[in-house]
């Protein structure tokens, strides 16, 4: 956690602290680079303080779901849109069910639950890899699933996967080991459930499933 936290702070300070000994000097394209590196660290250490806020909130019970209304679709392409730059060299793949109906949960928790989802396949994945992400709408529940076609998880390992810090030594970033354990106490203060389970030849596949209530005009449909 040490290390996650102060990889990206000296990138920050050694880069800032280079840009301002010799901006004057620099070529634009040498500029440029640094304050990409700025950039990508600052979201990366941004990430790291999230999960550890989020992970602080839900060990203090101060976790409580707000549902309001939420359009599924818009929420899987807003996480897929903020994620474009960690995703470079993945390919996404979304398929979301036609005519599907507003969902009332909590749009902040959910967004967080994909998001993590997705960070978690691109950082365990090789370089190359396709992430599927897929809603339907099954009954009073919106069923959200991530799937990728990497080496999945060892059997011995899929239980203790949403555990604190959990890490497979075969991740190819840094991380601090809290994205599924927030993934799985997001979605259990919805009522929802999480189950991870790996697909001969196709990955792994995280199953994300939130009761809710639908839209009035969705549940025309079904009297």
């Known amino acids: 956690l040490s290390h996650e936290l102060r990889t990206p702070i000296a990138t920050i300070i050694a880069a800032a602290d280079y840009l301002h000994d010799n901006f004057p000097a620099m070529e634009s394209k040498a500029r440029n680079e640094l304050i990409d590196e700025i950039s990508i660290a600052s979201l990366r250490l941004n990430q790291q303080v999230e999960n550890l806020l989020n992970m602080s909130r839900l060990e203090s019970g101060f976790i409580k779901a707000k549902k309001d209304w939420c359009d599924i679709q818009e929420l899987v392409y807003t996480v897929v849109n903020k994620l474009q730059d960690s995703t470079t060299g993945h390919n996404i793949e979304i398929d979301i069910q036609e005519g599907m109906p507003l969902f009332k949960m909590d749009y902040g928790l959910t967004e967080q639950i994909l998001r993590n989802l997705v960070i978690n396949a691109v950082n365990y994945t090789p370089h190359g890899s396709s992430i599927y992400i897929k809603a339907i709408c099954e009954y009073n529940s919106c069923i959200?699933?991530?799937?990728?076609?990497?080496?999945?998880?060892?059997?011995?390992?899929?239980?203790?996967?949403?555990?604190?810090?959990?890490?497979?030594?075969?991740?190819?970033?840094?991380?601090?080991?809290?994205?599924?354990?927030i993934v799985k106490g997001f979605t259990e203060a919805q009522g929802g459930t999480v189950k991870l389970e790996n697909v001969p030849g196709s990955g792994a596949l995280f199953t994300i499933e939130l009761p809710a209530e639908t839209s009035y005009i969705n549940a025309l449909k079904h009297e």
Do not use: M, Q
């Open 144 to 181: 959200i699933t991530v799937a990728d076609n990497g080496n999945g998880f060892p059997e011995h390992e899929i239980e203790r996967v949403f555990g604190k810090f959990y890490r497979l030594d075969s991740a190819t970033a840094g991380g601090t080991g809290l994205g599924l354990s």
